[in-house]
């Protein structure tokens, strides 16, 4: 069964599940353009992940993905957690604000319980995707068990080859190029391979459907892309700027004003690509101190961006990018999904 068949879409084209940017009305607007719509649900409570569902549902009868974190929970360090509040703590000072004293787990993984699980259950989304890891082998089960398609995103083979002995349906490609979070599991290295080396890469040694995902910006990315041997390509840096999209003003903004990214696992705890800022510049110095896990870090840079941006400061925000932000347009979802398939068409 080829991946169309499988996920339903009329075009290759895939709405990345941006955690805090994707909304059930940008998710349809997807949808009712013939691409496969998402939700990023990972920064979602249980019950807001059940109502971001049920309001997609409403708004479109095709087929969409929902995303969760899969990430390894760990405790944390108690001496590394200060250090970190410690090298901070300059940056609030200069907003004139009394620093965090600790850091909270602000996100749960999927691995940690099955209450994610039991929404997706209940509400029968086409397709639920993962970042960070593979789920449980009993929570496969269950979503295959459901007719649930799932999808796993890989950064280079061994994780690719894992994806596919789990029984998941497909792979994501996410190449270095994509903005935000790398979604690699393979803590033994960052392979920082290409997306175009990755589809290359795969379609030669695996044998599931491949989503090719990040750098792709306009339809001569995505013809690329498949030519290569992708089923679908999957795009988020140029939907974050339509109007349904959860994407602050300034973010919008910046994506036209800033056209070169970095990854850096100040923010988060994880590495990520986002527009050049305050966290490239000034917090990544050499004697930075190792930076506490994933998500405690994140904890942090998200207060450390509330209190700027109170001032009107939006140098610490988490503006996540891909590589290619300069190809940036401002077209709304079907408008931008039109577009892509016609330049695919066109002579590159």
Same mark, same amino acid.
């Given at each position: 069964?080829?991946?169309?068949?499988?996920?339903?879409?009329?075009?290759?084209?895939?709405?990345?599940?941006? &955690? $805090?940017?994707? /909304?059930?009305?940008? %998710?349809?607007?997807?949808?009712? @353009?013939?691409?496969?719509? #998402?939700? =990023?649900?990972?920064?979602?409570?249980?019950?807001?992940?059940?109502?971001?569902?049920?309001?997609?549902?409403?708004?479109?009868?095709?087929?969409?993905?929902?995303?969760?974190?899969?990430?390894?929970?760990?405790?944390?360090?108690?001496?590394?957690?200060?250090a970190w509040l410690d090298y901070?703590?300059?940056?609030?000072?200069?907003?004139?604000?009394?620093?965090?004293?600790?850091?909270?787990?602000?996100?749960?993984?999927?691995?940690?319980?099955?209450?994610?699980?039991?929404?997706?259950?209940?509400?029968?989304?086409?397709?639920?995707?993962?970042?960070?890891?593979?789920?449980?082998?009993?929570?496969?089960?269950?979503?295959?068990? &459901? $007719?649930?398609? /799932?999808?796993?995103? %890989?950064?280079?083979?061994?994780? @690719?080859?894992?994806?596919? #002995?789990? =029984?998941?349906?497909?792979?994501?490609?996410?190449?270095?190029?994509?903005?935000?979070?790398?979604?690699?599991?393979?803590?033994?290295?960052?392979?920082?391979?290409?997306?175009?080396?990755?589809?290359?890469?795969?379609?030669?040694?695996?044998?599931?459907?491949?989503?090719?995902?990040?750098?792709?910006?306009?339809?001569?990315?995505?013809?690329?892309?498949?030519?290569?041997?992708?089923?679908?390509?999957?795009?988020?840096?140029?939907?974050?700027?339509?109007?349904?999209?959860?994407?602050?003003?300034?973010?919008?903004?910046?994506?036209?004003?800033?056209?070169?990214?970095?990854?850096t696992s100040s923010i988060s705890?994880?590495?990520?690509? $986002?527009?050049?800022?305050?966290?490239?510049?000034?917090?990544?110095?050499?004697?930075?101190?190792?930076?506490?896990?994933?998500?405690?870090?994140?904890?942090?840079?998200?207060?450390?961006?509330?209190?700027?941006?109170?001032?009107?400061?939006?140098?610490?925000?988490?503006?996540?990018?891909?590589?290619?932000?300069?190809?940036?347009?401002?077209?709304?979802?079907?408008?931008?999904?039109?577009?892509?398939?016609?330049?695919?068409?066109?002579?590159?």
């Amino acid at each position: 069964m080829t991946l169309q068949e499988l996920l339903q879409f009329k075009h290759p084209i895939f709405l990345a599940p941006m &955690a $805090g940017v994707t /909304t059930p009305q940008l %998710a349809a607007e997807v949808c009712n @353009a013939g691409g496969l719509g #998402a939700l =990023g649900l990972g920064a979602s409570t249980p019950a807001q992940a059940l109502q971001q569902i049920l309001a997609t549902q409403a708004l479109t009868d095709a087929p969409f993905q929902v995303n969760f974190f899969c990430h390894q929970s760990t405790e944390l360090d108690a001496a590394q957690g200060q250090a970190w509040l410690d090298y901070m703590a300059p940056f609030f000072s200069r907003y004139h604000v009394t620093p965090p004293t600790a850091l909270s787990c602000i996100y749960p993984s999927f691995l940690d319980n099955d209450d994610y699980l039991k929404v997706v259950l209940e509400t029968r989304p086409k397709a639920v995707s993962f970042h960070f890891g593979l789920p449980h082998p009993q929570q496969i089960q269950a979503l295959k068990a &459901a $007719g649930i398609v /799932t999808m796993v995103s %890989a950064t280079n083979l061994i994780e @690719a080859k894992a994806i596919e #002995a789990a =029984g998941i349906d497909v792979i994501i490609a996410q190449g270095i190029e994509a903005g935000g979070h790398r979604g690699v599991f393979n803590q033994a290295v960052d392979s920082a391979i290409t997306t175009k080396d990755l589809v290359q890469l795969f379609k030669a040694h695996c044998q599931l459907p491949i989503v090719a995902a990040g750098g792709i910006m306009n339809g001569q990315h995505a013809a690329k892309m498949l030519n290569l041997g992708a089923s679908a390509v999957q795009m988020g840096t140029a939907f974050i700027q339509c109007k349904s999209s959860n994407a602050s003003l300034a973010y919008r903004e910046a994506l036209f004003q800033q056209p070169i990214t970095q990854i850096t696992s100040s923010i988060s705890g994880r590495p990520a690509r $986002g527009l050049v800022n305050h966290w490239h510049t000034q917090v990544d110095q050499p004697e930075r101190p190792t930076v506490p896990p994933y998500p405690y870090t994140y904890d942090l840079a998200k207060q450390l961006h509330q209190t700027a941006s109170a001032q009107d400061e939006h140098h610490f925000a988490a503006f996540w990018a891909g590589t290619r932000v300069a190809h940036i347009r401002a077209l709304e979802a079907a408008d931008l999904i039109n577009l892509v398939m016609l330049e695919m068409k066109m002579p590159s």
